[in-house]
């Protein structure tokens, strides 16, 4: 999906935001991502949920750059991609959900942002949405988590038949 939108991922500066602190679909895209050539991450949420220390020392590691915010604003109109992700709920204490309740609102992908986006970046999200992004985001025709949802199960396939072959002890 990525490569298939942008011609390359090689030198995409990726912003994920959300959730990353409990979000297993942002981790795994940032060490699958990390792969690639010339990659950028900017990691929007709030500090209670920023992304957690094995990433970043991932990324460290490999010398992939990366940025973290609490300001969407500040680093929308640099993301070729907008991964947005859901505040996982059920993995908070009731004590964490009512610290983060009065944030919530301040993490929510809107109309007023979709100006600032580049006009051929696109906007990716896990599914399924529970109010991180307002209903007429779903309208712009940057929003493409249709066709990420589309294109997951093939995407599965492929790769369970490869590790099949690959490895016949599994069968």
Known sequence: MWKDLHGEVDGITALIGGDLRNGRVARSDVYLL???KGIRFKFVSP????????VLAHLREHDVPYSETENLEEVLPEADVVYWTRIQRERMTEEELARFAPLKDRFVLGERHLPLMKKNAIILHPQPIAGEIE????LDPRARWKSQSANGLPSRMV????VMNRFPHFH
């Open 34 to 36: 990390s792969k690639f």
């Open 47 to 54: 500090n209670e949920l920023r992304m957690k220390d094995d």
């Open 135 to 138: 209903p007429r985001v779903k």
């Open 159 to 162: 790769l369970l038949t490869w």
